[in-house]
């Protein structure tokens, strides 16, 4: 190995540790503020960066920043949905939707928060949308596990259109994401059963009957 290959391999381990870190104060800030409501440099300076253009080297934009964000974040949600696919009983509704929601519960930062519901409410209600971001799942292929999950709740609800139904379910995610919102006050034991609720009531609006209007 030449000396400069040999610089760039040593580089790389301390260049992806700052990547995560600008992710990690990204994803914090915005969920907090919102997407247009942080600068880049203020998101560097809480990574510990002294380079205020730090996101830019790294990410060129706020929208490669995003980019990054969900591309991690929903790559570690659709395998731990496929490995809960393989496990789950496809005939029982709250199974599903499980399967939906506690990998979103397991996406928690370095002190246990799931800061990433914040910024995904973030995400969902002011997404423009911007032509430089382009949502994992929107672009998944029909293999993906998110996409046979829903194939596979539109079989026990055969009465509901199936564009309808993810309609539903787009909105009834919100739900789920509240719940896991940062708070101090809820303890894990008090959070799971939420979320449980949570399921339920999803499972019942899912069911209600279409609108005759």
């Not at 290959?5 to 381990?13: F, I, L, M, N, S």
């Not at 996101?55 to 395998?79: K, N, P």
Request: charged share 20%; net charge neutral; proline share 5%.
């Amino acid at each position: 190995m030449n000396s400069t290959a040999g610089t760039k391999a040593a580089k790389a381990p301390r260049r992806a540790a700052t990547r995560e870190r600008l992710m990690a104060s990204a994803e914090q800030l915005i969920g907090l503020k919102g997407i247009d409501g942080v600068s880049l440099e203020e998101i560097a300076k809480h990574a510990g960066q002294a380079n205020k253009y730090a996101v830019q080297y790294h990410f060129v934009s706020r929208e490669g920043l995003i980019q990054a964000i969900l591309d991690t974040r929903i790559a570690a949600i659709e395998q731990r949905r496929r490995a809960l696919l393989d496990h789950i009983d496809l005939s029982s509704v709250n199974e599903i939707l499980n399967a939906f929601v506690l990998p979103l519960a397991e996406q928690v930062d370095e002190n246990g928060e799931c800061a990433f519901a914040r910024f995904l409410l973030q995400f969902a209600t002011q997404f423009q949308p911007w032509s430089g971001i382009v949502h994992p799942l929107v672009s998944a292929g029909e293999d993906s596990a998110s996409h046979a999950l829903s194939r596979a709740l539109a079989t026990l609800f055969p009465h509901i259109p199936e564009p309808v139904l993810g309609q539903r379910l787009i909105l009834l995610m919100h739900l789920p994401l509240r719940v896991l919102l940062p708070d101090e006050h809820q303890s894990a034991v008090t959070r799971a059963a939420r979320l449980d609720d949570t399921v339920a009531m999803i499972a019942a609006a899912l069911a209600a009957p279409l609108s005759r209007a």
